[in-house]
T-cell receptor, first 114, second 118 residues
């Protein structure tokens, strides 16, 4: 079955620690995205990548970093510089060959900073 | 800059009632795409519909229908004969057309929490 997997589902970290969230897709999509969701808020774009070895900052990139070494993988690192990292993180992907921008989403990772 | 407004934070109705979720958008582009996603308690976003800016036909899919009106920049979503399983957070989102062959991500509204009471 094609889809997007994110791991882990729940993640706890101590203040001051970096943590990496995994996102893998087997849809052969070129473009991948990371969004952050806070309670009562919509999703906000953190980073996106349109192609391997290239990525762009979204609206709230400060305190985060990404890499795109493989087409199917787009890990997100939440660094200690992120002031308020507790949130729900969603990864998405889309096929650049289509013109309708539909994004497919993973199940999300809920990060809690203790 | 693009923006999506979902003014209804929470709606609660009794099962079998019809309910409409409002979505108003802002964009400077003439070509854009509008989406509705459903987020059940599990958290994963489920795609419901996509509409491009050149297609103003309303769409019906079972109990779901969408009303797209460019004149008022609105893309409203109606559930007819609501069911408890419809309870979720619903997001409206906007994407401007591909630029330079890429896709810049979706702009989401803050969502409407729909509660269907039995």
């Amino acid at each position: 079955d094609g889809g997007i997997t994110q791991s882990p589902k729940y993640l706890f970290r101590k203040e001051g620690q970096n943590v990496t969230l995994s996102c893998e897709q087997n849809l052969n999509h070129d473009a991948m995205y990371w969004y952050r969701q806070d309670p009562g808020q919509g999703l906000r774009l953190i980073y996106y990548s349109q192609i391997v070895n290239d990525f762009q900052k979204g609206d709230i990139a400060e305190g985060y970093s990404v890499s795109r070494e493989k087409k199917e993988s787009f890990p997100l690192t939440v660094t200690s510089a992120q002031k308020n990292p507790t949130a729900f993180y969603l990864c998405a992907s889309t096929d650049r060959g289509r013109t309708n921008n539909e994004q497919f989403f993973g199940p999300g990772t809920r990060l809690t900073v203790l | 800059a693009q923006k999506v407004t979902q003014a209804q934070t929470e709606i609660s109705v009794v099962e079998k009632e019809d309910v409409t979720l409002d979505c108003v958008y802002e964009t400077r582009d003439t070509t854009y795409y509008l989406f509705w996603y459903k987020q059940p308690p599990s958290g994963e976003l489920v795609f419901l519909i996509r509409r491009n800016s050149f297609d103003e036909q309303n769409e019906i899919s079972g109990r779901y229908s969408w009303n797209f009106q460019k004149s008022t920049s609105s893309f409203n979503f109606t559930i007819t004969a609501s069911q408890v399983v419809d309870s979720a957070v619903y997001f409206c989102a906007l994407s401007e057309a591909f630029r330079l062959g890429g896709a810049d991500g979706l702009t989401f509204g803050k969502g409407t929490h729909l509660i269907i009471q039995p």
